[in-house]
């Protein structure tokens, strides 16, 4: 299915596109709000713009996607394939993202305020501008990941992976650090309160 089908029938009321086939389809810009994508191939798939608010896409195959400032806020994107996929500049408010690999995603200036990104590997993931506030990373995997300037204000980093991880610039005020692993990492001490740095 190419993605002028997608679209013809999701005018026409259709909801429900579990487990198709779409690599590579064209939808930028496209409104797809509350779509069923769960276990689709959206591999390569252009999603840029589009408006994806409340989607699911658990279990989705999104890698090497581009979904560069579309509206997922709210959408479900438990266990889907992120490696490779373009977040620039998304809207991923209260998205759930639990146990997901955006493996070297691209998340520059991504808005991820109160995202569940539990147990996400972020491995190498570019973050650098991104909204984090009030985000759950409890044991996500950030080793090596860009985090410059991010706001983590909040944010619940209990037992997360930073090690080598670019906290230059980043807003840790509030953020629940125990147990994490910050060998290795660069730290703007700045942003730091005393009790976050015990």
């Known amino acids: 299915m190419d993605g ?7 005018a026409a009321g ?3 596109f579990r487990k198709l086939d779409l690599k590579a389809a064209n939808l930028e810009g ?10 689709t191939i959206l591999e390569g798939v252009n999603l840029a713009g589009a408006n994806l608010r409340g989607v699911n896409l658990s279990g989705a195959d999104l890698s090497g996607a581009n979904l560069s400032r579309a509206d997922l806020t709210g959408a479900d994107l438990t266990g889907a394939d992120l490696i490779g996929t373009n977040f620039d500049k998304a809207r991923l408010i209260g998205t759930r993202l639990v146990k997901t690999e955006p493996i ?3 998340l520059t200036g991504a808005n991820l305020t109160g995202a569940n990104l539990t147990g996400a590997d972020m491995r190498r993931a570019n973050l650098s501008y991104a909204n984090l506030s009030d985000a759950i990373l409890c044991e996500a995997n950030l080793s090596s990941a860009l985090l410059i300037g991010v706001n983590l204000n909040r944010t619940d980093l209990i037992k997360a992976n930073l090690t080598q991880a670019d906290l230059s610039e980043t807003d840790l005020s509030g953020a629940d650090l125990s147990g994490a692993d910050l060998s ?13 740095l015990e």
């Not at 002028?4 to 999701?10: H, I, P, S």
């Not at 496209?30 to 276990?39: K, P």
């Not at 290795?184 to 976050?196: C, D, K, M, Q, R």
């Open 184 to 196: 290795g990492a660069i730290l703007s001490v700045e942003h730091f309160t005393p009790s976050e």
């Open 14 to 16: 259709e909801r429900d």
């Open 4 to 10: 002028d089908e997608v679209l013809k029938r999701y």
């Open 104 to 106: 070297g995603a691209e």
């Open 30 to 39: 496209a409104n797809l709000g509350q779509v069923d994508f769960s276990e």
